[in-house]
């Protein structure tokens, strides 16, 4: 979904110093990115810091870019590793099945973009978005992460399979694990959507 | 189909309906497996009911709202670019040429004008000697082998030109 050539181009201005050239692949990835950063993580500070640090990073080791992959598997790879790094470290709560809270434990909302008095259905969904939101925070962070890679940034299953260098086999099974896991872990709950 | 005689033969097609929801959701099963899942659901409640569930969570998985990225998030991104570096790097980089069309590649005395000129010396004498002599077999050789050094060094030098000409144009 990205556009492989258009990235090619911009990333071998980046190498020779144009400053414009790096604006521009901010300007393209850094909503992905910080999101993916923030789903991970579900705290926006974390995310910021992270956010920037994959940026920082991918920036400053243009040279070792291996121009038969597409920039942005390369990216989404750093990104996804950065984040699996930094949950690691900290040992957040995964998995703890007693949901509904956040990772600093507050209850947080999702935003969704307002438009005037809601309706019963729109309410509805937005819950919902949030309960399936927390459920996915919960999932394992590999799991977690190739579920964000495939339904928040639409990767297709090739294009994952080549962010997170694994067989195509392998990806399908893990995706439709994670998306069991979310299944039951909904039921669980007794959340319905 | 006739699934409905047998019992047993119900639940396969349900388990192994329920095994590939996924894929049928995705997009990324075979024509034939699709419509035998499609009609699968057209007569099984049960099924189908699952299918509902699972596109349902699907279209909220895809509809999971973009958070607005903070203000401040390039500054400090911009702030540690090490353009000088890429900047400094660059013309290395341009004009960085496989080993083999490096002008020290061929040894210094193999470049040497006068080896050059000596090379073509003899060529010219035996090319022209071979128009008198009995034997021109020998000549030839000697012409050839005089020219050696000029042909090395010049073709060694279009051809990193040319590679050179190629990268910038690639950039
Ligand atoms: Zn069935």
Redesign the pocket.
């Known amino acids: 979904m990205f556009d492989r050539r258009q990235d090619l181009k911009t990333i071998r201005r980046c190498k020779r110093g144009e400053e414009d050239a790096f604006k521009e692949i901010l300007e393209r990835y850094r909503g992905p990115i910080y999101n993916l950063c923030y789903r991970m993580t579900r705290n926006a500070e974390d995310a910021r810091d992270l956010g920037q640090e994959v940026f920082i990073k991918v920036f400053s080791l243009l040279d070792r870019f291996d121009e038969n992959y597409a920039f942005s598997s390369w990216l989404f790879r750093i990104a996804t590793n950065h984040c699996i790094d930094h949950l690691r470290r900290n040992r957040l709560r995964f998995l703890s099945l007693d949901g509904g809270v956040g990772q600093d434990g507050e209850e947080y909302e999702i935003q969704l973009p307002d438009g005037g008095p809601e309706p019963d259905t729109v309410l509805q969904r937005k819950e919902a978005l949030q309960r399936l939101d927390e459920v996915i925070g919960q999932l394992p962070p590999h799991y977690r992460a190739i579920t964000l890679l495939r339904h928040d940034q639409q990767l297709s299953y090739d294009e994952i399979a080549e962010v997170l260098h694994l067989p195509l086999g392998t990806v399908k099974a893990r995706i439709h694990r994670a998306r069991n896991l979310v299944q039951q872990m909904l039921k669980a709950r007794a959340y319905d959507i | 189909m006739d699934g409905r005689e047998h019992q047993e033969d ?1 639940t396969l ?2 388990a192994d ?2 095994d590939r929801l996924q894929g049928y959701l995705d997009g990324t099963l075979a024509k034939s497996e699709s419509v035998a899942i499609f009609l ?2 057209r ?6 009911e ?1 299918h509902e569930h699972l596109q349902a969570m699907f279209s909220m998985l895809d509809e999971l709202p973009q958070l607005p990225v903070p203000d401040d998030f390039d500054a400090r991104i911009l702030d540690s670019i090490p353009l000088a570096a890429y900047r400094e790097m660059e013309p290395l980089r341009r004009d960085r040429v496989p080993v083999f069309l490096e002008e020290s590649y061929l040894p210094a005395w193999l470049r040497d004008a006068r080896t050059r000129l000596a090379g073509l010396s003899v060529t010219l004498a035996a090319v022209i000697a071979v128009a008198v002599a009995d034997q021109p077999q020998p000549l030839l050789l000697a012409a050839v082998v005089g020219a050696v050094p000029e042909i090395l060094v010049r073709c060694q030098g279009w051809a990193r030109q040319a590679t050179l000409a190629w990268r910038r144009a690639e950039n």
């Open positions: 119900v097609a349900c309906t329920r699968h659901l007569d099984c409640g049960g099924c189908r699952e």
